[in-house]
């Protein structure tokens, strides 16, 4: 069995040099909190340094990334249409263009109102950089129902074919995280009652 032994009094540290470097790592904590911990991760950058060091902006997008997460699923609650009137309608084929620039930091949201089953085919391209993207499907108000067909981050172009898993709103929301503004352009035909921009 090992034995060790013992540390003497004097090898052992004192109350006061316990206090002090206590007090060191409190002060080191809170100089790395203000200068790297609050710029990186919530965009806060009292000092400054942040912004130097470039921290500052990535902790802007980490917060607006959750804000935009948060958001997403909810664009659509707020639609009045009337589910019947809609069901009964007869979908014929439909072709459309929308074309719009997005700011700086800024998001739109363009939907095809759309039956179950229904079929559109579609592509888009952006001009000036490129873009984050999801497809996704809201049903209408009281229907409490949503998808998520595809995602994209960094994404300039887009084409495939949508098909609706449920009565209602099927489409793109585009943000822009470049520093100047970017245009897209959506082409879309098929079997959808309108293309409408919801944002």
Partial sequence: MFN???????????????????IIAM???GVLLLLVILPA?????????????????????KVSLEKETLTEPEVLSDIPIDTE?????TVEENQDILEVQI????????????????VAKYKW??????LNFNLHGD????????????????VS???????????????????????VAVTVKLEAAGNFIQMKRIK
């Fill in 41 to 61: 991760e919530y965009g806060v950058d009292p000092t400054g340094i942040g912004k130097v060091m470039g921290l500052k902006k990535m902790g802007e997008i």
């Fill in 103 to 118: 700011p700086p930091g800024e998001a739109i949201e363009i939907k095809l109102e759309m039956k179950k089953g229904s």
């Fill in 4 to 22: 060790s032994q013992q540390p003497s009094e004097n090898d052992l540290p004192t109350s006061s040099q316990l206090i002090k470097s206590t």
């Fill in 125 to 130: 391209s952006t001009n000036n950089g490129a």
């Fill in 157 to 179: 172009s887009d084409r495939g074919e949508l098909i609706a898993e449920f009565d209602g709103y099927h489409g793109w929301f585009w943000r822009n995280r470049n520093d």
């Fill in 27 to 29: 002060v080191v904590a």
């Fill in 139 to 154: 049903g209408y108000k009281g229907m409490h129902i949503s998808t998520t067909y595809k995602k994209g981050r960094m």
């Fill in 85 to 89: 009137e809609v069901t009964s309608q």
